[in-house]
T-cell receptor, first 114, second 116 residues
Framework: KAGVTQTPRYLIKTRGQQVTLSCSPI?????VSWYQQTPGQGLQFLFE???????NKGNFPGRFSGRQFSNSRSEMNVSTLELGDSALYLC?????????????FGEGSWLTVV | AQSVTQLDSQVPVFEEAPVELRCNYS??????LFWYVQYPNQGLQLLLK??????LVESINGFEAEFNKSQTSFHLRKPSVHISDTAEYFC??????????????FGSGTRLQVQP
């Protein structure tokens, strides 16, 4: 069974641009979450999607958005990039929203903003 | 609000020695507990989890963790480490009660450095 797949793995963007990251969950998984990992702030929850609807959102500005498609694949978008957005963005999936569902992570997308 | 504290940012240890990585949490609700491992330039891999039942949980590669409710701890241990265990280890919690929140709260991580 394939794991969580994220594309692209590495990308460099210029301040002010926007970026879209893609995530394919494990087959059969319907819940997709996104996390940001930086050396300073550690791992922080961005948002969670289930059945194409955003269910939870972390404490990030509106420049960070996402969506989920009918096949459970998800994208996240960051507009008007800032230097501080440089981070590893991790996508995670789980079977459902049930309490105790194990969350599995992808290898992440490394974003560098210059 | 939940929080997770990993008391040691780095733990150097010699190969074949025992190791303990400490994790304490605070939460106003009951929680599920997890340990994830991150190898260089990779994502997070689930190492083990405590959902219910026996407070001692084990992973397939020799790690174990014990849930201690009174001390709100979930320390990770291994009796004999290998060079290949060198990685960053993250403790995480998620709500056990239906608060509507479906997210993991992570600790700041502990870098385990196994030396020959």
């Amino acid at each position: 069974k394939a794991g969580v797949t994220q594309t692209p793995r590495y990308l460099i963007k210029t301040r002010g641009q926007q970026v879209t990251l893609s995530c394919s969950p494990i087959s059969g998984h319907r819940s997709v979450s996104w996390y940001q990992q930086t050396p300073g702030q550690g791992l922080q929850f961005l948002f969670e999607y289930f059945s194409e609807t955003q269910r939870n959102k972390g404490n990030f500005p509106g420049r960070f958005s996402g969506r989920q498609f009918s096949n459970s694949r998800s994208e996240m978008n960051v507009s008007t990039l800032e230097l501080g957005d440089s981070a590893l963005y991790l996508c995670a999936s789980s079977l459902g929203r049930g309490l105790g569902n194990t969350i599995y992570f992808g290898e992440g997308s490394w974003l560098t903003v210059v | 609000a939940q929080s997770v504290t990993q008391l040691d940012s780095q733990v150097p240890v010699f190969e074949e020695a025992p190791v303990e990585l400490r994790c304490n949490y605070s939460s106003s609700v009951s929680v599920y507990l997890f340990w994830y491992v991150q190898y260089p330039n990779q994502g997070l891999q689930l190492l083990l989890k405590y959902l219910s039942g026996s407070t001692l949980v084990e992973s397939i590669n020799g790690f174990e963790a014990e849930f201690n409710k009174s001390q709100t701890s979930f320390h990770l241990r291994k009796p004999s480490v290998h060079i290949s265990d060198t990685a960053e280890y993250f403790c995480a919690v998620s709500d056990r009660e239906d608060t509507g929140r479906r997210a993991l709260t992570f600790g700041s991580g502990t870098r385990l450095q196994v030396q020959p």
